[in-house]
Nanobody, 124 residues
Framework: AVKMVESGGGLVQPGGSLRLSCLAS????????MSWVRQAPGKGLEWVSG????????GYAESVKGRSTISRDNSKNALYLQLNSLKTEDTAMYYC?????????????????WGQGTQVTVSS
């Protein structure tokens, strides 16, 4: 069965950093693009960042560009998101998401599988 488990969320002060991780199993992780998607309280899903299957192409939403880095380790079936200079508006549930093909997509409709999420709260 497909399983994606996120970790690394927590409570952090504005300006702080976090590194989110996602461990995947049950599908050909190294063959598909991956993304991070978040949902703030009372808001819809927002694509945050994506990476293609070999890590050679990445993309970022304007809201996190310059403050975040997505990466993957295909030997470990792992996806990561480094978040720096965190703002209160980064508070959200962060989900790991896989796509149907080897590239990433900013469209939520292109997500094949979802993780259960990890909560990030930015507050002083």
């Amino acid at each position: 069965a497909v399983k994606m488990v996120e970790s690394g969320g927590g409570l952090v002060q504005p300006g702080g950093s976090l590194r989110l991780s996602c461990l995947a199993s049950g599908f050909a992780f190294r063959s598909v693009g991956m993304s991070w998607v978040r949902q703030a309280p009372g808001k819809g899903l927002e694509w945050v960042s994506g990476i293609n299957s070999d890590g050679g192409s990445t993309g970022y939403a304007e809201s996190v560009k310059g403050r975040s880095t997505i990466s993957r380790d295909n030997s470990k079936n792992a996806l990561y998101l480094q978040l720096n200079s965190l703002k209160t508006e980064d508070t959200a549930m962060y989900y790991c998401a896989s796509h149907h093909w080897d590239t990433w997509s900013m469209f939520i409709s292109d997500v094949a599988y979802w993780g259960q999420g990890t909560q990030v709260t930015v507050s002083s």
